[in-house]
């Protein structure tokens, strides 16, 4: 009988299987809605950053959120809050939507979703890919995924934005369906961003001793608790931030126009 060391060419080989894969399930289901969903979510993205009807007191919609210049509406900007001054007339998502659009593009559950749906590496566990190399995230551009972290902070600003217009569409309508769209969109995004590994980590994932740390630990286990919902929080509160942002600005075209709007 033959015996293969861990270094002898039979063991550095893959096994030899013809077939594409040996799954007999609808493993195809969810590279395939993934890539529909994200599709469609792009679509609208874009459209909403060139689309100028984002703002109608006291709605901001989250897309364009916060207005960074003067050519804005007065109550649309942050405090009145301008430091782009009057020379910028583009779209005031141009400014900002990288920020929240690179912390999904290189959170965890989306680079897991979006390799199977759009690069199909893998398009499925137990699926064969059809590149003929593998090499991870260790070279550009992936590599590039690990300012994650860095994204994250952002992401803190732009959930306590988002916040700040919910608290000032309350104010201006407590009794608007806009008002509580907004409150729960707020909501939903800062607890996908709470629920963020990278968040998990600085909370409390270098502590030796929780014992010494208690309020930390305390943290530690509710970000944790969180994390367990992340691929949820990423879709739901995907779902809501465009949900709320066609809402603001269908009612800022008037199409949208009925009593406690």
Known sequence: MTQTTADSPARRQRAQIKERTLRTD?????????????TAFLVYATWAIFDT???????????????LATSCPPESRLFGFAPFGDWYTLPPGLLIL???AGFRFTCYYYRKAYYRGFWLSPPACGVNE??????????????LQNVHRYFFYAAIVVGLVLAIDAVKALIGNPTGLGTWILIANAVLINLYTLSCHSCRHITAGRLNH???HPV????WGFVSKLNAKHQELALISMFSVMGAD??????????INFPFA
Request: glycine fraction near 4%; hydrophobic fraction near 40%; proline fraction near 11%.
């Open 210 to 212: 929780f014992s010494k």
């Open 98 to 100: 990288g920020l929240p």
């Open 246 to 255: 066609l809402y603001v600005r269908l009612v800022a075209k008037g199409i």
């Open 26 to 38: 609808q493993w195809w289901r969810y590279p395939l809605i993934t890539f529909i969903i994200f």
């Open 130 to 143: 059809p590149h003929s190399k593998y090499t991870g995230e260790s070279r550009f551009p992936l590599i």
């Open 216 to 219: 930390r630990y305390r943290a």
């Open 53 to 67: 009807d984002y703002f109608v007191s006291p709605y901001h919609a989250p897309f364009a959120s916060p207005c």
